[in-house]
């Protein structure tokens, strides 16, 4: 595995963490080793040194020594610019002596794990030098970390000069929500269970949310987020992905290519929010304070929260909305996705007195919990007709027990085998992109509404709360188990 801006933080905090948990979980081949190439003159035995205590460092009083030294005796480190002819040449006499060390069988997997502006030039770097080559059964792999593109247009001509250089089978783009035990689990929990899958369609249904909210602001990420903004950085990529999971039919296998054919027809099935809709279906907002971040420009009108309503144009979700809200600094670090019922006939209960049975909900819970929430009606105890909201809840770490996850270690051990299905194809990345380009068109002329200021720690512009509550719903409050 060679991976690009090794010394970067996401290698630091995730990648080589979760390389260190497949290791500790046998996952990984005798035969498995890592190049790392980066623009430091750093000698390979102090980068060895320096991975050993990232890695104690991460994984603290829990820290398996021999898994450790197992991973740092693996590691090569090659120092050079990306485009310095030597630094490549140097690359290929590492990768031969690390098939010769540990039998690799020529096999490799590259990682950029660097800043987008050099996706394409790494990657023509790697075709020029026949490092793409696939011979005598050996296997070449790429992924390729978001932001994928700034607009459809980038994004296609990203795609486009990507596959004049590979193929799209040894492309692997990666969203690593979809290392989320509860994202992965949508499928099972759709698919594997018969009493879900009957009532997951508009007959009783009445609408889908999709929260992803964090609780900190930009931080010291001013200079890439004040460029993209709530909506490029979340919605054309992870919420895109949960909807496709949470919408898409059922695909005829669990084949990569099944699965993957399925999602682009749910994104394809969304309809684009055309520029005079903006007002009455988005939302954009801003949190007090903002502007005077590091990095931030002090007139900045970059959006860090944004709410959507989507409507989908098949058959299945036909008149069954789905409202999306993802921002920063908001009132709780709190991603989940609920399906609300429609409400049971309610003449049973008018004559009662009591308060009406509310609709049942269905909420996956991605983080900071994994959990699945089933509520439904129960009776008060007593001699009047009277209902209360009860739940059932799954929660994987009470079930499964507490697992230390960066959320990339299936995504790299299905790379490493060669299985796509939690990856995104071209015409996947090309989908999300097409669901907000007109929004973005829109605020590019000054037409797609006021961006509204929130106070840090709310939960978000006012605003937001009248995109749904116009078709009489509201939000599911930040973190409420009902």
């Known amino acids: 595995m060679v991976i690009f801006g090794i010394t970067g933080d996401l290698s630091k ?73 030597s630094g490549w040449k140097r690359l290929s006499d590492v990768l031969g002596e690390v098939e010769t060390e540990h039998g690799t069988g020529k096999n490799c997997l590259f990682y950029l794990a660097t800043a987008p502006e050099f996706f394409l030039t790494l990657t023509r770097q790697l075709a020029h030098h026949g490092l793409m080559n696939e011979s005598d059964g050996y296997w070449r792999r790429i992924i ?97 992905q949960l909807i496709a999971l949470t919408g898409m039919e059922p695909p005829g296998s669990f084949s990569s290519h099944a699965l993957q054919n399925e999602q682009v027809k749910m994104l394809e099935a969304l309809q684009p929010i055309h520029p005079e809709d903006c007002p009455m279906c988005v939302v954009r907002g801003q949190y007090e304070g903002y502007r005077g971040e590091p990095y931030v420009n002090p007139l900045s009108d970059t959006e860090t929260f944004v709410a959507l309503k989507f409507t989908v144009d098949n058959w299945r979700w036909a008149g069954v909305p789905f409202y999306v809200r993802t921002g920063k600094m908001l009132a709780a670090r709190d991603s989940k996705i609920v399906i609300r019922f429609r409400s049971a006939p309610l003449a049973l209960f008018r004559s009662s007195g009591a308060s009406l049975p509310q609709p ?53 051990y299905d790379a490493i085998i060669g299985d796509s299905s939690l990856f995104k194809r071209a015409d996947m990345i090309e989908a999300g992109w097409s669901v907000i380009q007109p929004i973005l068109d829109a605020w590019s002329q000054g037409r797609g509404g006021p961006l509204y200021q929130y106070a840090p720690g709310s939960d978000g512009p006012e605003a937001a709360h009248l995109l749904i509550g116009r078709d009489g719903r509201e939000w599911r409050p930040f973190g409420a188990s009902h």
Not at 71 to 85: H, K, P, Q, T, W
Not at 196 to 222: C, K
Not at 362 to 377: K, R, S
Not at 386 to 411: I, N, P, S
Request: net charge negative; proline share 4%; no cysteine.
């Open 13 to 85: 905090r995730l990648l080589l963490p979760a390389i260190y948990n497949l290791a500790r979980q046998r996952a990984l081949s005798n035969r498995f080793a890592i190049i790392g190439f980066a623009g430091s003159e750093i000698p390979e035995q102090a980068f060895r040194d320096s991975v050993v205590a990232d890695l104690e460092n991460v994984a603290g009083a829990l820290a398996d020594t021999d898994t450790v030294e197992w991973l740092a005796g693996r590691v090569r480190y090659v120092g050079s610019d990306f485009e310095n002819e």
């Open 360 to 412: 049942n909900s269905l909420v996956l819970g991605i983080q900071p919990a994994e959990t699945i929430q089933i509520e439904f009606e129960a009776k008060v105890p007593g001699p009047h007709i009277e209902t209360a909201t009860a739940d059932l809840v799954f929660d994987y770490r009470g079930t499964f027990g507490e697992r230390r996850q960066t959320g990339y270690e299936t995504l790299l």
């Open 144 to 240: 390729i970390e978001k932001p994928f593109g700034h607009d459809l247009e980038s994004a296609r001509a990203l795609n486009r000069d990507l596959l004049s250089l590979v193929r799209d089978d040894q492309i692997y783009r990666i969203d690593h929500y979809l290392g989320k035990e509860t994202v992965q689990n949508i499928m099972v929990f759709r698919f594997a269970n018969g009493i879900f899958e009957p009532i997951w369609n508009r007959r009783y249904i009445d609408h889908v949310q999709i929260t992803v909210a964090e609780s900190l602001g930009v931080e010291m990420r001013g200079r890439y987020y004040d460029r993209t903004g709530a909506l490029r950085d979340m919605v054309p990529n992870h919420i895109a």
